[in-house]
């Protein structure tokens, strides 16, 4: 459930994060939500600008502005699938030349056991394969899925992330939190709320 307390309070509840008693409510983070995807980015910059680090933008669609403002790293998976992929085809080629060669070495037609060009279609589909999961479960491990809930979602507003709202979001978890600050730098850039959202 999300919530508005005054800056005292709001400072109260940062410091409460570390809270020792499951049953206090533990502030999350605060939540900026915006309309349009430029005051997103706008915001994104500001925040790390002001020496920010846990900060993440929420949107229906990629901006690539926001990502810059939050300074993301090439993507990993790339590498990922390339090694995926590599791996693939090498154990494919292995296989096949094990097979051929040593396990069930059968003499068809007076053509070598290490007929190496029949191999190459087994050799393809396993990269293929291996690509394909190597980049399914690498991007769930990148992006920490399966997660079935996330503090956002405690937020009656945050449900249009997915259509036509911008949100930007201080954690609590960033060295340099403080609720009172965070909510006057967000009021500065005209927002259409500012929420402190509970765990």
Known sequence: MSTTVTPGAAHDAGHAHHHPDPAVPVLWGVLAEFETA??????????????????DAYSPYPVGEAADALN??????????????LTGACAGFIMQYWANTYGYSLNIAGRPYFSWPSFVPVTFEMMVLTTALSGFFGLMALCGLPRFNHPLFNSARFDRA??????VCIEATDPQFDAAKARELFNGLHPLSVEEVME
Do not use: C, L, N
């Open 72 to 85: 993301f790293p090439k993507s990993e998976m790339g590498p990922i699938m390339f090694i995926g992929g």
């Open 38 to 55: 430029d005051q997103m980015s706008h915001a994104t910059a500001a925040a790390t600008k002001a020496g920010y680090t846990h900060v």
């Open 162 to 167: 997915s259509r036509d709202r911008f949100f």
